[in-house]
């Protein structure tokens, strides 16, 4: 009998838990994540090309030893938990300064609608980002992206917004590229993150156009929107009463999907907007915040497909009611979980915190939220063919745990659980 030869350059071995979450039973697999024991993942070119038992593995790797062509890198995960790599996939990580004022103002009782009016909140970054040159702002993403990785994340997207001119927003775009080839690990191995590119010019209307926010929406759209084609793939508009109103938001979201742009709404975070409705009525990959969605507006969202991502890291720093993630999923939502990483209303890196507030203030199973950090989250990006799972023919992004059993996740809270990340 031949054995047909696996294509590797790369082996994972000695897996203790390998949590795939895989989308089709796989062999020895078992459970909702789909869960193998004592596994062993190959890799080529940075692809997963077989995953099975290490005993399998052993057979396997004698088999590729024999031909001279195959030079196969071998990695002992030393019996640990090994997952898909974090998939954070609503995040405004590019920005100077910082908010603290701001915070515990809000802790003394002032709200976050108050400071918007008074010409806080995100024009404070605004002029912070717009006043730091280049590389101090590449820096400072830099360091944002590794404390994320060391949290498990191998994903991120990253929005724009701290611009809201035109160069400034082209220059944040250019910023972004940057950062998706950038970005080593200290001993400069090429482990780079995925940075997904978002433009979200229409975060709010910059203090040159008070008075005249028609005119500040026209640019966009005949502006930035033309000019940043090709930059970021995603466009996303912040629909809320202090930011964009539903038409503001529809006039530009249409012209961004006739570009060729996939949509994404901050929708119904502080008040019932319309956003949610609105991503069902586009088809946008992603419905974000969905505090004020009405049950008319979440199942609209189900039947068109739109991912519904909940940031419970905003209700943690606002003090808001945590949005029910049950009421989603009872709904049949696909729910993914991100960190809204940004320096005024969630100011946190961390994956793991995010699963772990949604497991305790909003109804999650822990089954459900590895699902909402890794595949929901890779969905939300319309990246689900490449990542966020661990199957044969996608990447090889994985967060190596220290743990021996996936059910610490969740349980061991506050802690980093994650030791280090692969990205093949
Ligand atoms: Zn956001």
Redesign the pocket.
């Known amino acids: 009998m031949t054995i047909a030869p696996i294509k590797a350059d790369t082996m994972i071995r000695h897996i203790g838990q390998l949590v795939t979450l895989a989308q089709q039973p796989l062999p020895h697999a078992n459970g909702p994540l789909q869960i193998i024991a004592n596994a062993a993942i190959a890799t080529h070119h940075g692809r997963i090309t077989w995953i099975g038992s290490d005993d399998e593995a052993a057979q396997l790797f004698q088999y590729a030893s024999t031909d001279a062509a195959q030079d196969i890198t071998i990695i002992d995960a030393g019996g640990v938990v090994v997952t898909p790599g974090l998939v954070d996939s ?1 995040t ?1 990580l590019l920005f100077a300064g910082d908010r603290a004022e701001e915070f515990h103002l809000r802790r003394s009782g002032v709200t976050y609608a108050e400071l918007l009016r008074q010409g806080r909140g995100i024009l404070t970054t605004m002029h912070a980002t717009r006043d730091t040159p280049t590389e101090t702002l590449l820096e400072l993403a830099l360091a944002r992206l590794a404390t994320m990785r060391s949290y498990g994340t191998t994903t991120v997207e990253v ?1 724009t917004g701290y611009g809201l001119d035109f160069a400034s927003e082209e220059r944040c775009l250019q910023i972004i590229h940057t950062l998706n080839t950038a970005h080593e690990t200290p001993d400069h191995t090429s482990n780079a993150m995925r940075v997904v590119p978002t433009f979200l010019g229409a975060h709010s209307v910059p203090p040159e156009y008070k008075g005249r926010r028609g005119a500040y929406v026209d640019i966009i759209i005949e502006q930035m929107l033309p000019a940043f084609v090709g930059l970021a793939r995603f466009c996303d508009v ?1 629909c809320e009463r202090e930011a964009f109103t539903m038409d503001e938001t529809r006039r530009i979201l249409t012209r961004a999907q006739e570009l060729g742009y996939q949509l994404k709404i ?1 929708a119904d975070q502080l008040s019932p907007s319309g956003g949610t409705k609105l991503a069902a009525e586009m088809g946008a990959i992603s419905a ?2 969905l505090d004020y969605a009405s049950d008319s507006d979440l199942d609209a969202l189900r039947e068109a497909g739109v991912v519904a991502t909940l ?1 419970p890291g905003c209700s943690y720093t606002l003090r808001t009611p945590y949005p029910s993630a049950r009421r989603l999923l009872d709904r049949g939502l696909a729910v993914a979980l991100a960190t ?1 990483f ?1 320096p005024g209303t969630s100011y946190s890196e961390n994956m793991q915190m995010m699963l772990e507030l949604a497991m305790s203030a909003m109804g999650m199973t822990l089954e459900e939220a590895l699902a909402a950090i890794m595949i929901q989250g890779a969905r939300a990006l319309a990246l689900q063919d490449e990542i966020g799972s661990i199957e044969v023919g996608k990447r090889c992004e994985l967060a190596l745990w220290s743990i021996h059993d996936y059910h610490e996740i969740g349980y061991h809270f506050g802690v980093n659980l994650v030791q280090s990340v692969l990205i093949a």
């Open positions: 609503h405004h929005k912040y901050h974000d915040h940031l809204d940004n």
